[in-house]
């Protein structure tokens, strides 16, 4: 009964209680969203590498180490040798390792140069392998395979021609367009930066570079084929992934390769490096989460604000219900009933917003950046900001539901000619 006559008493007052629960729903987005973000994020930076007991490359932090070799951000500051990596490659607690170049790209998309054990051994999510949804994977000197980001925006078809560009930018500054790659392969979608990446040879990179003495000439010399029995190998690479015989090997492994003698490098943890990233960006987090949440009360308080100035408009409507039998204590809990809903309509419609928001911007947000957003049901998180909510509004609510209460005592005491 008392729901009901909170309900009409709202449809009377439709367009001010539309504005306040829109607010509340804006404000409840907000900080859902900042929270699926969070989460979504850190769900996927852990589900980008598994499997991978060390990430080595040259004398660096454990931070740009991580990033730029498994999430293809930032760019490395120097290279190590060809000759130091198969030399611990080749140590006997080494069960298998991944060689990883970078520094050039494809219209905005960064070129991978590695060899067929990237196929082999590298994983992600729960040990899940790279599966090639059209084509073959192998790597051939002038053979490149895309990630399904990069296959899917670019319109790349098996047998297309590709030119790497040297550098990491939108527009490079030089093209190797005289020696172009041909796809022969595109991997099925992972939701990692594996999507967003072209992979080819490191003897086609070496193939690429090699002759060039400035940023935009090449001197005049072999064509393709020559260039492919010149470049059997490497000079140097970026990084290199590592996997051990023995998970107990893993610290001496790291220890012995933090001090190897030939040059400075640097041996990582991905789970530990994971961590310290997650330290330095949780000041931010929190920092969002808690604007978000002022947001959220700031739209609560605007609810309590509306229902105050209202009150005295309502003194009819008030003194009708008093008329036909109502009670003090009644009109106090239909204040309180009205905002309850509006806290509750508010909350409610503002977690269905995040989640059409979420179907409508996963395939964008998948394509652009390689992040994969889940849309799952409601979890427990919506739950509790949801009940979060409805439980301040009804708080809020005893401020206008005790002035309410007090003018009706005042309005039926008092004799009006």
């Known amino acids: 009964m008392l ?28 900080l859902l969203g900042v929270e699926k973000l969070r989460t979504e994020t850190r769900e996927s930076f852990l589900n980008t590498l598994s499997g991978t007991d060390l990430i080595v490359g040259p004398r660096s932090g454990s931070v740009q180490l991580l990033l730029y070799s498994v999430f293809r951000i ?8 060809w000759d130091s990596y198969q030399q611990i490659s080749r140590h006997p607690w080494v069960d298998w390792s991944i060689p990883l170049s970078l520094g050039d790209s494809h219209r905005g998309f960064r070129v991978l140069g590695t060899n067929e054990a990237y196929f082999q051994h590298l ?20 053979e490149a395979v895309l990630g399904d980001g990069v296959a899917r925006e670019l319109g790349y078809q ?25 796809v022969i392969a595109i991997l099925e979608p992972t939701g990692t930066p ?34 492919g029995e010149l470049a059997a190998e490497p000079a140097e690479i970026s990084a290199f992934l590592l996997g051990v015989t023995q998970p107990t090997h893993t610290l001496q ?5 933090n001090e190897y003698p030939r040059e400075p490098l640097s041996a990582i943890l991905p ?44 003194r009819r409507e008030m003194a009708i219900l008093r008329s036909v039998g109502a009670r003090p204590r009644h009109i106090f809990l239909l204040l309180m009933a009205e905002s309850t809903l509006l806290g509750t309509f508010g909350a409610v419609s503002g977690a269905l917003l995040l989640n059409l928001a979420m179907l409508a911007g996963a ?51 008092s004799i009006r000619l």
Request: hydrophobic share 45%.
């Open 194 to 227: 594996v999507d967003r990446t072209v992979h080819v040879s490191l003897q086609g990179i070496e193939a690429i570079h090699s002759g060039w003495e400035s940023a935009n000439h090449r001197d005049p010399g072999p064509g393709a084929a020559e260039a």
């Open 123 to 142: 994983r992600y999510g729960p040990g899940n392998h790279l599966v090639a949804a059209d084509g073959m994977l192998s790597l051939a000197q002038f």
């Open 74 to 81: 930032g760019n490395p500051s120097n290279n190590l040798s």
């Open 271 to 314: 789970g530990v490096a994971l961590q310290e990233l997650w330290g330095l960006v949780g000041l931010a987090e929190r920092a969002l989460l808690a604007v978000s949440t002022l947001v959220v009360l700031t739209g609560l308080f605007g609810m309590m604000t509306v229902i105050l100035s209202g009150l005295n408009e309502r």
């Open 253 to 257: 492994i790291q220890r012995a390769i």
């Open 363 to 413: 395939p964008y947000l998948r394509a652009s950046s390689g992040l994969h957003i889940s849309t799952s049901t409601p979890g427990a998180i919506e739950l509790l900001v949801v009940g979060a909510v409805m439980v301040t509004s009804m708080l809020l609510g005893l401020i206008p539901a005790w002035r309410a209460y007090r003018n009706s005592l005042a309005d039926g005491l």
């Open 3 to 30: 729901t009901r006559m909170a309900l009409k008493s709202l449809r009377n007052r439709s367009g001010s209680v539309v504005l306040t629960i829109m607010s509340i729903a804006v404000a409840v987005f907000l």
């Open 158 to 182: 098996i047998g297309d021609a590709l030119i790497v560009a040297h550098g990491t930018g939108e527009g490079s500054f030089t093209e190797h367009d005289d020696l172009p790659f041909r």
